[in-house]
């Protein structure tokens, strides 16, 4: 497994405890020198997974960790949920789950429609996006149909797109249908 962290600003000395490789993709222009992989800050955190996804299709480890730097925050047994996963199962949400309600649903199908994303209603999604998914069900999706959905994201601008893909994100990798709603995730 991979855990594949969005950082800005949250510390970081946390990932020491992780028993799994990380990447840090550092979005903060004042820790530039601290990372080897530095961003805009822009997209929210789903822009950095989706890159991780793009960069690495072709060699996907077996299973990846979608993680913001204060994962703590949607997922207070974060790093026991991580080290102890027992990779039998296909995804794991790492924090709280929900349905798409009415107040952002249409535009959430609006999204979808827009960027070919299939979609079955209810829609779930998990706090940040944050969760384990395997590799099988990355690759259900193409390669193009990523970076058509990275593509969608207005880099000059803080935009209600990057809080639509996180909403579609289980349903994006696959594993919508699945999720089960929860408060206790973690």
Known sequence: ???VI????????WVKNL??????????????????INLPNVGFDTIVYLKYI???YDNLPDF???SQDNPFFHCE?????VNEFDFTKKFLPLGKTYIRDTTELDRTIEYANNNQVTYELPIKFINSAQCIVSK????????????????????EIISNINYLIEYLW?????????????????
């Open 1 to 3: 497994m991979v855990v």
């Open 77 to 81: 047994n974060f790093l026991d949920k």
């Open 64 to 66: 990846v960790c979608f």
């Open 19 to 36: 028993k799994h490789r990380y990447i840090i993709y550092n979005k903060n222009s004042e820790e530039q020198h601290l990372y080897d």
């Open 6 to 13: 969005c950082h800005f600003k949250e510390n970081l000395d």
């Open 54 to 56: 793009i960069d690495n």
């Open 136 to 155: 099988e069900l990355i690759l259900k999706r193409t390669k193009n149909s990523y970076q058509k959905i990275k593509d969608s994201i207005p880099l």
């Open 170 to 186: 289980p349903t994006i990798l696959g594993f919508n249908n699945e999720l089960i709603l929860s408060l206790n995730n973690c």
